[in-house]
């Protein structure tokens, strides 16, 4: 595997962990409620067994994971690469905040996602 | 039926607004110290390296800064409103390093600020919050207290 190969991998791992890490943040932000998979509302009462403070916790030690990942992968790839890629975190929030908080993601939320994502990528050029 | 809040509390806006500054500051700090380890150094070289710098650590305490903003932010706006706009955090770097570092800002990068604004505007004509029907205020985490 080449480097920019392996880089690429890693990046794309950070940014999951990133997108997580955010979903995490979000529900400790909001006292613990929130997980409810292809659900339209939140599941009420919060979730059993994580306390809001554990659900904080839990994102702050994905975002150490996720510095490490994004650190290694800066040292396998050009910055112009990895800014574009890294901006995919928008979009992976988008989705799982969709999925997993039951936001709603409409179509110009969608557009304006896909803007910013189109102008990173000039930014990196 | 979901309905949603569009008026943005000034907290909000003001905890947007630290969001990018300290991200910015994150950016920065972080390239900087990224970028004093040589590229052809093993990586756990290159760790050490980065963890040796001054630059790092600076970026690790506006991270802890940003997460205290950043609890306070999602208590009361949805993550798929709020975390697109940190995206103006690229313009701003962008701008810093043309002013101090004097790189060339080509018309690409222009119409990629062009974008990026474009986007964040969208978004920012959305609902910043889902009203939920069984849902009531979020009881939040103090981020002074968590």
Redesign the interface.
């Known amino acids: 595997m080449t480097p920019e190969l392996t880089g690429i991998f890693v990046l794309i791992a950070a940014v999951t962990v990133e997108s997580f890490a955010q979903v995490f943040l979000k529900i400790g932000a909001a006292g613990g409620a929130g997980i409810s998979w292809r659900s339209s509302r939140p599941a009420g009462g919060g979730t059993p067994g994580i306390s809001a403070r554990g659900w904080v916790l839990l994102g702050m030690a994905a975002y150490l994971v996720e510095i490490a990942l994004y650190t290694a992968a800066l040292h396998f790839l050009d910055l112009s690469v990895a800014f574009p890629l890294g901006s995919l975190c928008f979009v992976g929030v988008a989705i799982l905040s969709k999925l997993f908080l039951g936001e709603t993601v409409g179509r110009i939320r969608w557009l304006g996602v896909g803007c910013i994502l189109a102008g990173t990528v000039f930014v990196a050029l | 039926m979901?309905s949603?809040a569009t008026k943005l509390p000034g907290a909000v806006i003001v905890g947007l607004v630290l969001a990018v500054v300290l991200d910015t500051i994150i950016q920065i700090t972080w390239?900087v110290a990224?970028s004093g380890?040589p590229?052809d150094a093993p990586?756990a070289v290159?760790?050490v390296g980065?963890l040796s710098s001054p630059f790092f650590y600076a970026a690790m305490l506006a991270?802890g800064a940003q997460?205290w903003n950043?609890?306070?932010v999602?208590?009361r706006a949805?993550?798929?409103?709020a975390?697109?706009f940190t995206?103006l955090s690229?313009?701003t770097v962008?701008g810093l390093s043309s002013r101090w570092l004097h790189e060339h800002v080509?018309p690409?990068?222009g119409?990629?600020?062009?974008?990026?604004?474009?986007?964040?505007?969208?978004?920012s004509?959305?609902?910043f919050r889902?009203n939920?029907?069984?849902?009531g205020e979020?009881?939040?985490?103090d981020p002074m207290h968590?």
């Not at chain 2, 119409?111 to 978004?123: A, D, E, M």
């Open positions: 979901k949603g390239k990224v380890v590229r990586l290159a760790m980065v991270f997460l950043w609890l306070r999602l208590a949805d993550l798929s409103f975390q697109p995206a690229y313009i962008l080509s690409a990068k119409v990629g600020v062009s974008l990026i604004l474009v986007g964040v505007f969208f978004i004509r959305t609902p889902t939920h029907p069984d849902g979020p009881r939040g985490v968590p």
